[in-house]
C-alpha cells in the first residue's frame, strides 16, 4: 500500500511536467562497464517527465546478478549556451525486474528507491544529440535483502519521436 501511494505521488509529479511536454524524446547509450546501458523516454520542456530503464550489466568479481532498475523522473533542464543543455533529475526507483544469478533463492520485491542525476546534452541538429549522464542510484540488490547505491555513467545517441 505503501508503495502504490509513492508511485502514485511521483505519477501526479510527473504528469504536471508533462502537461509543458511538446516532443517526446529517445536516448540510448552504454557505459563503460560490460554489458551496462540506459534506455529513456523523456518529454521536452523545463520540467519534462522520463522513464529510464538501466541495466547495471556484469557484476565484478564474477557475481552473476543483474541489477535492471525502472525510474520515474522528473527532469530540470537549462540552455547554457546555444546547442548546450545541462540538465538535474530525480524520481523513483525499483529494481524488481533484476536477476539473481546467484541461487541463494532470494525474490527482489522490488521496493521502491531513488535516483538522481545529472548531465549535459549536445544538440548536433534540431532534436538529434548526443547526452551524457551520471546517475545515482539507490535501489534493492537482486541477490540479498538490502539496498544498494550505485552510480553509473553513460553517453547516450539522443533521437525524437
Known sequence: MRAARTLLIAAAL??????QAQAVELAFGPSARPQSYALALRGSGWLAPEIAFVSEGRQPYGIPNINRVL?????AT?????GLQGFIKAGLASSRWSTNGSGNGYSNP???GYDMGAGLTYM???GWGLRMETIYMHHQ???VPQFEHFTLTT???VAPL
Open 141 to 143: 540488490q537482486s541477490d
Open 124 to 126: 548536433v541538429t534540431p
Open 155 to 157: 553517453l547516450q545517441l
Open 71 to 75: 525510474m520515474f523522473n522528473a527532469v
Open 110 to 112: 522490488g521496493r521502491p
Open 78 to 82: 537549462a540552455g547554457l549556451v546555444p
Open 14 to 19: 510527473l504528469a504536471c511536467g508533462a502537461a
